[in-house]
């Protein structure tokens, strides 16, 4: 194995990282001019609204957030302000406490998802054929599988 | 044009959300492990190196990093104390000031760049088939030139 990626290679990381940065924009731009949400709190209120009675303890919440997970308490602290989301002590440990998704929570999750989604369609998948969205899961499956490999192996095993 | 992705368009967009996050992790945890450097210094390390006489007016130095956009400035004041940036006046206008790459910050952007390679290369080049970078470079591609048209549209147009 080369230790590093050929020409065309790291052109193709270079890639992943300008749609990456340049999609989030645009799609965090859109998200809080029409709904005042930015999207690391479109995040945050997706991940609850999938977890089982809309809550998560704050560790399984960093798990899963994809923007934030750096400044994470701080953001949910700023929701909590927000009336998005609520604490909840952990009843089997004194020292946990659980995010909660609030009626409000969920309300502006509902009103920003087809903005979201928009935004997705527009600025992402619309601009790919169906075979690349294919090439691109199953090449993007195979970096997941190994990386949670990689990351089992290091200190931040809990994510 | 459906306003919403379709269930694998959505998956493929979640897997690339997924895939930065993770692989970015993975290569900030070894470059601070082995270098002492995060990942959003190698990137403005690596802008300003490859610019003119190694220097950004910051305003080009937003446009170019891909990692801290948000946040720069506060950034780059660290790498100044640091001793890897400097700032230098602009001569033809008073108010403005460039990034400048130090003998110091060229010394540690060489030191870590076989670090952060071999970490392109095991953690997302070396999954990849040559036939799988094409199609990702060229759907990435399309999907680049589409998001300078939709930027340009918006307040951020210098980004």
């Given at each position: 194995?080369?230790?590093?990626?050929?020409?065309?290679?790291?052109?193709?990381?270079?890639?992943?990282?300008?749609?990456?940065?340049?999609?989030?924009?645009l799609?965090?731009?859109?998200?809080?001019?029409?709904?005042?949400?930015p999207l690391?709190?479109?995040?945050?209120?997706?991940?609850?609204?999938?977890?089982?009675?809309g809550?998560?303890?704050?560790?399984?919440?960093?798990?899963?957030?994809?923007?934030?997970?750096?400044?994470?308490s701080?953001?949910?602290d700023?929701?909590?302000?927000?009336?998005?989301?609520?604490?909840?002590?952990?009843?089997?440990?004194?020292?946990?406490?659980?995010?909660?998704?609030?009626?409000?929570?969920?309300?502006?999750?509902?009103?920003?998802?087809?903005?979201?989604?928009?935004?997705?369609?527009?600025?992402?998948?619309?601009?790919?054929?169906?075979?690349?969205?294919?090439?691109?899961?199953?090449?993007?499956?195979?970096?997941?599988?190994?990386?949670?490999?990689?990351?089992?192996?290091?200190?931040?095993?809990?994510?």
């Open positions: 194995m080369p230790a590093r990626p050929d020409p065309a290679q790291l052109a193709a990381w270079r890639l992943l990282l300008e749609v990456h940065a340049t999609t989030t924009e799609l965090e731009r859109e998200l809080v001019a029409e709904r005042g949400l690391s709190r479109y995040d945050v209120l997706l991940n609850l609204a999938e977890a089982p009675e809550r998560l303890r704050m560790q399984e919440l960093s798990a899963s957030v994809l923007l934030s997970k750096s400044g994470l701080r953001l949910v700023r929701m909590v302000e927000a009336g998005l989301v609520r604490r909840e002590r952990c009843q089997d440990d004194r020292r946990g406490w659980f995010a909660v998704l609030t009626d409000q929570g969920r309300s502006a999750l509902r009103r920003a998802a087809p903005v979201h989604l928009r935004g997705i369609q527009e600025h992402f998948a619309r601009h790919l054929e169906p075979v690349e969205v294919e090439v691109l899961t199953a090449a993007f499956s195979r970096v997941m599988a190994a990386a949670r490999v990689a990351v089992g192996d290091g200190p931040a095993a809990g994510w």
